[in-house]
């Protein structure tokens, strides 16, 4: 059974930093692709960041790039989620996401295999 459990969700100030984290299970992590999303309440699911299973073709959204920062560490099973300079619009869930077949830049167009159950970011002003 496969299992994305994410971590490190909180409550920030704006300007500050949160790292997230998704431990993976159940699937041969060192040959999936990976990624983050967000939600909001009434707006869909959006694409934050992915990663390559070998871990150097590396995507972001644009409203996230030269902030947050995705890493993986295969050993670990693990993908992670650096967000700095965070502002009140970064506030919602956070969803882990994989990709087990097909490329890294699948999960851009939102084909996902696996998902999370999210972890919550609120960023207060």
């Known amino acids: 059974q496969v299992q994305l459990v994410e971590s490190g969700g909180g409550l920030v100030q704006a300007g500050g930093s949160l790292r997230l984290s998704c431990a993976a299970s159940g699937l041969p992590f060192r040959e999936t692709n990976m990624g983050w999303f967000r939600q909001t309440p009434g707006k869909e699911r959006e694409f934050v960041a992915a990663?390559?299973?070998?871990?150097?073709?590396?995507y972001y959204a644009d409203s996230v790039k030269g902030r947050f920062t995705i890493s993986r560490d295969n050993a670990k099973n693990t993908v992670y989620l650096q967000m700095n300079g965070l502002r009140p619009e970064d506030t919602g869930a956070y969803y882990c996401a994989g990709r087990g077949s097909g490329t890294v830049r699948s999960i851009l167009d939102g084909i996902i295999d696996y998902w999370g159950e999210g972890t919550q970011v609120t960023v207060s002003s």
């Open positions: 990663i390559a299973w070998y871990g150097t073709t590396i």
